[in-house]
């Protein structure tokens, strides 16, 4: 690593590509501390989508928060009525994107999508890993070792920052959730919801292999209550208010419905105030592993050691099929791969 006269390393400009999803996103916060530590006071910015962009606002490591909005802009170009404001938004980002001439641009993503973003920013050291997916090392000019695939993805974001020249890695980042987390212990209390202990539920997952049974997760919650006398709060996005009503309807006691009522920073503060994060291989169990939650992650399809909540205080129930992990989104016989961890699984799991 070069130096400046005094001995201290110079001052970068960064730019680092993550765009998705919510559980990626947080899981490379390390990686960007570990960066900051190496180039202290280099400006870093941070090219999001628009799903994961919440997690970053007002985040003291990052200098600007760059939000594609990708999908958003797909869906206007298909319209003649919005095609012209999708193109020029689309026209808007790519000028903030080059705006800035880099010292150092990171893909951490590794898709086709996001090594077109590097490509095309102005960037003397175009950094990732060699061999990605969707010949998105094609944009690189500086390649990593293929990374194993069964390393956590954690440890290999932080690779690219030992890469760099970082000798102070860590598996904790900063989550700037204070106001939130204020927020939060306000309404739990205007709520009479400070009873102890407090289980966060978060039932929903994008693939339907990882889903775990609504009626299981109805029966975990009254007994939960009835023998831990536990205080059940359900969490998810707006969309998947109507499950967890469905579920609360199976129950015979009083849970609380918070689907789409908290924002990514309010759900890392409320699962940072709980007892204990139930949920499935979901973002938001990264989100509750990061901001120090207790989490309790049910997987089925996919490899709790490559993308499960890091670190040894966290519990992972799974069926341990033989065919599992299978990556699969969809599966004709998926009930026995969730379907199979039974609630007695998973109560006997529960550290309370």
């Given at each position: ?25 947080v ?43 990708r999908?958003?802009w ?30 150092i ?53 932080l ?38 202990p ?78 204990l ?9 990264h989100?509750?592993?990061a ?26 129930v ?21 379907g ?13």
């Open positions: 690593m070069d130096y400046d006269g005094r001995g201290h390393p110079p001052m970068k400009k960064i730019l680092i590509i993550k765009l998705s999803a919510i559980g990626d996103v899981q490379a916060l390390p990686a960007l501390e570990a960066i900051k530590r190496t180039f202290p006071g280099s400006s870093v910015t941070w090219v999001v989508e628009e799903a994961a962009a919440g997690i970053l606002e007002g985040h003291p490591q990052i200098d600007t928060v760059l939000v594609s909005g999908r958003s797909i869906r206007m170009l298909k319209h003649p009525r919005t095609f012209r404001d999708g193109f020029l938004k689309i026209v808007a980002f790519l000028r903030a994107l080059r705006a800035t001439r880099y010292d641009a990171i893909d951490l993503q590794g898709l086709f999508k996001s090594g077109v973003l590097i490509g095309l920013a102005r960037a003397d050291r175009k950094i990732g890993f060699a061999r990605s997916r969707e010949l998105s090392s094609f944009f690189l000019n500086e390649r990593l070792p293929a990374y194993d695939k069964n390393k956590h993805a954690l440890e290999r974001y690779d690219v920052a030992r890469y760099l020249g970082a000798r102070e890695v860590s598996s904790s980042c900063t989550l700037p959730i204070g106001r939130e987390r204020s927020a939060i212990e306000q309404r739990l209390s205007g709520a009479g919801l400070k009873r102890k407090l289980i966060v539920m978060n039932p929903v997952a994008r693939w339907e292999t990882k889903l775990w049974p609504e009626l299981n997760f109805a029966v975990l919650a009254d007994r939960l209550i009835a023998e831990k006398q536990a205080t059940i709060i359900f969490t998810g996005s707006g969309a998947d208010r109507a499950t967890v009503s469905r579920i609360l309807n199976m129950m015979k006691e009083h849970a609380e419905n918070w689907a789409g009522e908290t924002t990514l920073k309010e759900l890392a503060a409320l699962a940072s105030l709980a007892d994060f139930v949920t499935t291989d979901t973002g938001p169990m989100l509750a592993a901001a120090d939650g207790k989490v309790l992650a049910l997987f089925g399809p996919t490899a709790p050691w490559r993308t499960g909540p890091y670190g040894p205080s966290h519990i992972v799974r069926a341990g099929l033989e065919c599992s992990p299978c990556f699969k989104r969809k599966c004709n016989d998926a009930i026995r791969c969730m199979m961890i039974s609630v007695d699984d998973v109560m006997r799991k529960v550290p309370l």
